[in-house]
Antibody, heavy 121, light 107 residues
Framework: EVQLLESGGGLVQPGGSLRLSCAASGFTFSSYAMSWVRQAPGKGLEWVSAISGSGGSTYYADSVKGRFTISRDYSKNTLYLQMNSLRADDTALYYC??????????????WGQGTLVTVSS | EIVLTQSPDFQSVTPKEKVTITCRASQSIGSNLHWYQQKPDQSPKLLIQYASQSFSGVPSRFTGSGYGTEFTLTINSLEAEDAATYYCHQSSSLPWTFGQGTKVEIK
């Protein structure tokens, strides 16, 4: 059974940093692309970032490019999202998601339960 | 950026009724269109991948169709457990984008 468990969210001041983690299990972590998708309170879904199974290719939404960094640790089967220079409009529930079968970067099939990031003074 | 526009935004439906949700893309995306269901306080769940392929374990009443710029999610014989917001999502080109969502309420 695929399981994705996010952690690391919390309250942070504007300009601050947070690192989100996503512990993956139930599948061969290195074989699948992974993504982060966020959802602001009461709003729709917004793709944030994706990384290939090998980790060699990374992609970002323009809204986070230069501020967020996606990475993965194969020894820990964990996906990360380092978030710097946080702004109020980064406030959202952040979902970790596993990519579908096939392709370097593919859309999600399974999603975690999310971790809440609140940026406020 | 490819814009996905869903219609309607909201639909109130009686059980056993048929539901049709449309997703229109601002440019051709081939079959790179996927549908997700999000129930209140839950994470999204994949229903349909690549326009018409049912994901594992999804009830057969959920079907998808379309190609290019116009896509449809159909729920045949709606059940009470189908109350949710439904999102379309394109993976044809980055940045990946989602539709604004269609909320389906059970009367």
């Amino acid at each position: 059974e695929v399981q994705l468990l996010e952690s690391g969210g919390g309250l942070v001041q504007p300009g601050g940093s947070l690192r989100l983690s996503c512990a993956a299990s139930g599948f061969t972590f290195s074989s699948y692309a992974m993504s982060w998708v966020r959802q602001a309170p009461g709003k729709g879904l917004e793709w944030v970032s994706a990384i290939s199974g090998s980790g060699g290719s990374t992609y970002y939404a323009d809204s986070v490019k230069g501020r967020f960094t996606i990475s993965r640790d194969y020894s820990k089967n964990t996906l990360y999202l380092q978030m710097n220079s946080l702004r109020a409009d980064d406030t959202a529930l952040y979902y970790c998601a596993k990519g579908m079968v096939g392709g370097v970067i593919v859309p999600p099939d399974y999603w975690g339960q999310g971790t809440l990031v609140t940026v406020s003074s | 950026e490819i814009v996905l526009t869903q219609s309607p935004d909201f639909q109130s439906v009686t059980p056993k009724e048929k539901v049709t949700i449309t997703c229109r893309a601002s440019q051709s995306i081939g079959s790179n269109l996927h549908w997700y269901q999000q129930k209140p306080d839950q994470s999204p769940k994949l229903l349909i991948q690549y326009a018409s392929q049912s994901f594992s374990g999804v009830p057969s009443r959920f079907t998808g169709s379309g190609y290019g710029t116009e896509f449809t999610l159909t729920i045949n014989s709606l059940e009470a457990e189908d109350a949710a917001t439904y999102y379309c999502h394109q993976s044809s080109s980055l940045p990946w984008t989602f539709g604004q969502g269609t909320k389906v309420e059970i009367k």
